[in-house]
Nanobody
């Protein structure tokens, strides 16, 4: 499975941004897609995940109540809508895929930069 992120950029605190992950190259039916982020000098952090079937959305503590993950099976994309952004949301956002919720994420995109700053 190949993954390509898009939609990052610069946004002011309190603003919104949407990042997307385009998936190709495999049968995604049983896959789960996750979003992770990594800030400079920090470990990679889980943000959100969703089954390709559309169920079981899960969020990391920092994303709960502000971010929404969704998937468009017709377009083969998973989107992360981020609202009420804070400077601490700054980082490189990666999408990743795993064959099932019981396996590890083994396909990663190249990442897209999100910067929250005034």
């Amino acid at each position: 499975v190949q993954l390509v992120e898009s939609g990052g950029g610069l946004v002011q605190p309190g603003g919104s941004l949407r990042v997307s992950c385009a998936a190709s190259g495999g049968n995604l039916e049983h896959y789960a897609i996750g979003w992770f982020r990594q800030a400079p000098g920090k470990e990679r952090e889980f943000v959100a995940s969703i089954r390709w079937s559309g169920g079981n959305a899960a969020y990391g503590d920092s994303a709960k109540g502000r971010f929404t993950i969704s998937r468009d099976s017709a377009a083969n994309t998973v989107t992360l809508q981020m609202n009420s952004l804070k400077p601490e949301d700054t980082g490189v956002y990666y999408c990743a895929a795993r064959r099932s919720v019981a396996s590890s994420y083994d396909s990663w995109g190249q990442g897209t930069q999100v910067t929250v700053s005034s």
